[in-house]
């Protein structure tokens, strides 16, 4: 018998309209698993600030369906094991680090005993430690940003939304805060990130979600993600002319069948991802004396696939549109008629 | 019950580190001990710890003038003054950014994220403000207190209704601010609208007092005219009586007591009464119309009043519960000065009065001035204290339905 662990996050068509008409979520449906990085993406006003918030109910949803945790969105007493870290997030000046960590550690309700236990580890986890006993007023931006991650795991909690966690911090503390998060995920947490630094997320990140206007264009594991769009890029070296180039091209492109090959200098790349269907041009190169100065299955980056995702909703907006228009513009004809 | 006193810790931490309540603590412990220089010997009162002497009668080491005094001086002035007004100025200003930066951006969402309830969170937040307040004001009071216990030997516990009386008075402005703040997160108009509030609130408070007390002059005017009148047309008939037997005597006595000069002047002193009933009832009617009219206007300003917040006959309550009323002994000797120089028609330089009242006048103002002092202290502090804080839960209710479905 087998038992099927209960996802993180598991929501469907969370929709959430504005006052004033602006739809911000038009039906989101969202998987997370426990124990992951899930990284969400996004253009400026795709909505993931409004989704995160609906899920910490700090934003009302005009319609959600599915649980957080074990608990139904929206459920308070489920954010008890929530751990959040707001994009901007301001502390109150007059604390200092280790009064803030207490602070909004006791409002989620952690006891005097464990506050005081788990206070010291994170400090000395995001490196905060001498700075513990100072007033945050005096703590740069970089130092807020940590003990922002520091406050969002004092009540070890089961999951964690992160809102912008890099924001600010220098490349050495975003080293860091990718340790911290990847030590999270080793003690079983899930880590939820919002980022615009898709490097980042992409050095972290077990599955991600691409969300455009309101709605997931995509969701999945990077492997997921860019399966079908690999290739292999075989370089040779640059003596060779341009004639042993398209005797090459011409003898694999017959070999390889319906693969398609494209040249580009003294590159060759194969779209496929299987190592046998780059053998023939391996042997159409050989075959022509030119010398292979390099071979590598290359797969897109998470940027290129945020901007193709963008660009593909984009483009299937627009036709949208088109196509509307030009029906009103037919019922305009018609009507004319 | 751990979310709400980190809360309420949080909003001690905040306050403290605010210089405006340093500043505001420091003016009290000033106030305290400029007070605590006031005493009293067998000779009179001595100023500065006895720096100064002022020779007196009445303000004597255990007299009853010595307490009115210390007690007068506290509930009059140090409380009416500077708590009811300087420090709660202060602390309106030191509180109007609490809520407001509670709910910007960045701290709000954070602090919403946790597993509290927005109810609770509001309130806990709201009842942290009131800190401020009830915090400068027990440190005050605690000081009056040891004060007035080493200057008159008596341990005055009254003193202490000053905290919730205050705090009352300041919570019955800070909703306002509350409400602006949820509305606007802006400092300033918080601020701003809740000392309009408090403005407007004085507006028809002294509206209605300026009507209370002319309407009721008024009605004393009447009354004390229409006694006049009776007193006088008792003496006609007595001295008709008197004119009848003078012209017709019967027997030798009222022969010899009726001689021409006598009837003639029972007849100017008759007349003479009659032109002053008429007078009178001029007078009567005249009080009378305006009494009714500004009965009318204090009728629709008091029906006005009895929704809003009284932080004025809230700060009266002190009087009642320190057991002491200055601004009557002060009436009180007011009133007699007026009537012994309208008396002997002389002040005490020998100068003559020129347009003083008359002793009529004077006794009328003061039927009047008593007959509102038993009115507003006849009012039932449930009532005051009842009717504006029911103002204060509806708007704290508003502000809180607001707070609660908002989307941040």
Known sequence: MTTVQAQAIDIRQVRKTFRGGVEALKGVDLTVSPGEIFGLLGPNGAGKSTLVKILLTIVKPSHAEGRLLDGAVGDKRVLRRVGYLPEHLRFPDYLTGRQALDYFAALAGMDRSARRRRSPELLDLVGMSEWAGQRIAKYSKGMRQRLGVAQSLMNEPDLVFLDEPTDGVDPVGRRDIRRILEHARDEGRTVFINSHLLGELEMVCDRVAILVQGSVARQGTMDALTSGQRAFVIRVAQETTQEQISAIAQAAARSVGSIPLETSGSEFRLESENPAGAQPVIDAIRKSGATIIGMQLRKPSLEELFLQTVGDTADAAGARIGKSRSKRGDGKQRSAK | ?408
């Open chain 2, 1 to 408: 019950m751990t979310a709400t006193v980190a809360l309420l810790l949080d909003s001690v931490r905040l306050l403290m580190a605010r210089k405006l309540f340093v500043i505001t603590l420091g003016i009290s412990a000033l106030l305290v001990l400029i007070y605590s220089m006031i005493g009293f010997d067998e000779n009179g009162l001595s100023l500065a710890w006895g720096l100064f002497h002022i020779e007196s009668d009445i303000w004597v080491k255990d007299s009853p003038g010595a307490r009115t005094m210390l007690l007068g001086i506290f509930s009059t002035f140090i409380a009416s003054i500077w708590l009811a007004w300087g420090a709660t100025i202060l602390g309106l200003i030191s509180t109007a950014t609490i809520l407001p930066d509670f709910l910007s951006a960045g701290s709000i969402d954070l602090v919403l994220s946790k597993p509290i309830s927005r109810v609770q969170l509001f309130l806990v937040k709201y009842a942290g403000a009131l800190f401020f307040m009830i915090a400068q004001i027990s440190l005050f009071c605690v000081g009056v207190f040891f004060v007035l216990g080493l200057r008159l030997g008596e341990w005055n516990f009254g003193v202490f209704a000053a905290i919730p009386l205050i705090t009352a008075l300041f919570s019955f402005i800070y909703c306002i601010s509350a409400l602006v703040a949820v509305l606007t997160r802006s400092s300033i108009a918080a601020l701003l609208f809740a000392l309009l509030f408090w403005f407007g609130l004085w507006i028809v408070q002294s509206t209605e007092q300026v009507l209370n007390a002319i309407a009721t002059q008024q009605q004393v005017t009447a009354e004390r005219s229409e006694a006049r009148i009776e007193s006088l047309e008792a003496a006609i008939v007595r001295r008709q009586e008197a004119l009848e037997k003078a012209e017709n005597p019967e027997s030798l006595v009222e022969t010899i007591a009726s001689n021409p000069r006598r009837i003639e002047s029972l007849k100017n002193q008759i007349e003479a009464d009659r032109t002053r009933i008429v007078r009178l009832e001029q007078e009567a009617a005249s009080a009378q119309n305006l009494g009714a009219a500004l009965d009318r206007w204090h009728g629709a300003i008091n029906g006005v009043l009895l929704v809003l917040p009284k932080t004025q006959q809230t700060l009266q309550l002190l009087d009642r519960a320190m057991d002491v009323d200055l601004q009557s002994e002060i009436e009180n000797s007011m009133f007699n000065a007026q009537l012994e120089v309208a008396e002997t028609g002389e002040f005490e330089d020998g100068a003559q009065t020129r347009m003083m009242p008359t002793v009529e006048q004077i006794e009328t103002e003061r039927a009047a001035a008593e007959r509102i002092r038993d009115d507003y202290q006849s009012r039932s502090a449930f009532v005051t204290i009842g009717s504006s804080l029911a103002f204060e839960v509806v708007i704290l209710g508003i502000a809180c339905f607001i707070f609660v479905r908002r989307d941040f």
